[in-house]
């Protein structure tokens, strides 16, 4: 376990190894498990292309594995709701909108659980900022079918004030993590405040980078602050 917490924010394929180990001994081990869970999901981040398609599935059906394992252990616990819920949102990308629907819907009470265990879990806070930004930007039809026909009631629930103001709690809670100010810079963007958008997008290059993930989401950012640019 050591081992995996030394390497896992910037060498996650090599510190799921030793969480993996750690859990050979002990499956049952709940720290061991969520942290492989984002290992794992942090491995398949930058898996994007089709050809990796299969790669990144298999990664995040383990991860998800992981994390369903640790939840089941630790139900209250902040950190494996907060890594099932993670994970979860990084397969919904890649699915059909029905499927998307049911795991939304979970993902959402992952995410109210985990701040409801601990509101100063930045994590979590970004978990559900993200959920309403995801459903807020789904077209007025996509949203009516999810909630009217594919039983996703809790749709109409989410808003862009809420998205919004859960982002800027997690960017207060670790105003170094790349990651939320990126998605913050989304929402705004998304709600035509260009300016705003803009500097988050440039506090971004002020930061440096924490986790393996980062290198993605800079280049995310760089590209995003290219586009709204133009406009």
């Known amino acids: ?68 394992r640790g939840v089941r252990q630790a139900p209250n616990d902040p950190n494996t709701l907060f890594a099932l819920g993670m994970v979860l949102g990084n397969t919904a990308l890649n699915k059909g909108i029905k499927e998307k629907v049911r795991m939304s819907t979970e993902i959402r009470s992952l995410a109210l659980r985990a701040v409801a265990a601990d509101s100063n879990h930045d994590g979590a806070q970004h978990l559900l900022g993200r959920w309403n930004y995801e459903v807020m930007k789904l077209s007025g039809i996509e949203r009516f079918i999810a909630k009217s026909i594919l039983g996703g009631g809790v749709f109409g629930q989410a808003s862009w004030e809420e998205a919004r103001r859960r982002l800027e709690r997690a960017v207060t809670l670790d105003s170094t993590r790349i990651y939320h100010r990126l998605d913050l810079a989304r929402v705004l963007a998304a709600r035509k405040e260009t300016t705003a958008a803009r500097r988050e997008l440039q506090r971004i290059n002020e930061l440096p980078n924490r986790v393996a993930a980062d290198t993605t989401y800079r280049r995310e950012a760089v590209e995003m602050l290219e586009k709204i640019s133009k406009r």
Do not use: H, T, Y
């Open 1 to 68: 376990m050591a081992e995996g917490l030394r390497l896992a924010a910037m060498k996650p394929a090599e510190a799921v190894l030793s969480f993996d180990a750690a859990l050979a001994l002990d499956s049952l081990d709940v720290e061991a498990n969520w942290r492989a869970a984002i290992a794992r999901s942090d491995i398949a981040l930058p898996l994007r292309q089709k050809s990796n398609r299969s790669r990144r599935d298999s990664l995040l059906a383990q991860a998800q594995e992981n994390a369903r």
